[in-house]
Every structure is written in structure tokens, then in C-alpha cells.
């Protein structure tokens, strides 16, 4: 019988020490993803019809590289966003479509090269674009030089908010 009791609280005190345990990595992740939108500049802009990183974005890419690198359990996204009539005003909609999705993935993957080429690991990191999405709900007030960027965001915590393009 005693044999029995011991197991049982046994169980119990191993259980619940995982149960603290998981409540502190909860708020844990919780106090990351803070840190991470509140401290660390998340978004490169582009001048128009092009995916050439300029010296503020290196500057963010910088900043972003230092904070992975002390952070090595988490991946990232990073969006790609183009401003409508970046190829020109005389095209149709599905050519300015198509164009600002290509280009949003020329952003995404400029900004994506930059980071493994500081030593992140390819892996961490994911790409995507969205192209004109970037004109509609919050952003249809955006300035287009606003629009033209890209903007990273942890892949793992729920950090993404945005729905890809589709044609």
C-alpha cells in the first residue's frame, strides 16, 4: 500500500512541475514576441520597381541578425509588399498583380539572403509575398512608400496576421 501512495504522489509532484514548467515557457514565448515587435525594427523599405537594399534596411537587417542570433529556438517570415502601379499606369490589373507579387518575392528574398549571409540559418527563415494586399484593410491609408517593403515577423508564435495574394 505504501508502495502505491508513494507512486501516486510521485506522479502528482512530477505532473505538476510540468504543469509550472509549461506556464513559465508560455510566458516565456509571451514576453519573446513582445520583445521582438516592441524592440526590434521589422520592416524594410524600397525604393519603387525595385528589391536593392538600401542603408537604412541593412542597418534593420543588422539589428534583426544581433536579436536571432541570441534567439536560435525561433524562425522567422519575412513579407514581401509592393505599392500598386510600381510597373507602370498603363498595364491591367492582373499584370499589376502578378508584377507586385514578384516583386514583393524579390523583396522577401533579398531581405532573406541578407540574414543567412550574417550567418542565420537558411532554415529559420521563410518567405512570402503579398503583394497589392498591402493596399487593404489597415494599409489603404499607407503612403506607396510605405507600402513598398518588406516586414519580419516570427513564424512560430502566432506573430502573422496576413493572408497571401491570390490570383
Known sequence: ???????????????????????????????????????????CYFEENSSALSEECIVVLNEQT??????????FVVSGFAARAENGEDVSEEETRDYALHLGDRRAEMVKNYLIAQGIDEARISTVSFGLNAES?????????????????????????????KK
Not at 544581433?66 to 524562425?75: G, V
Not at 484593410?137 to 515577423?153: F, P, V
Open 1 to 43: 500500500m505504501n508502495r502505491i501512495i508513494y507512486a501516486f504522489c510521485l506522479l502528482v509532484f512530477v505532473f505538476g512541475a510540468a504543469m509550472i514548467y509549461r506556464s513559465g515557457v508560455v510566458a516565456d514565448n509571451s514576453k519573446i514576441i513582445t520583445e521582438f515587435q516592441q524592440r526590434v525594427p521589422r520592416e
Open 137 to 165: 484593410g489597415e494599409s489603404k491609408a499607407m503612403d506607396r512608400a510605405k507600402i513598398r517593403r518588406t516586414k519580419t515577423q516570427l513564424a512560430d508564435l502566432g506573430d502573422i496576421k496576413h493572408k497571401k495574394e
Open 66 to 75: 544581433a536579436w536571432m542570433k541570441k534567439h536560435l529556438q525561433y524562425s
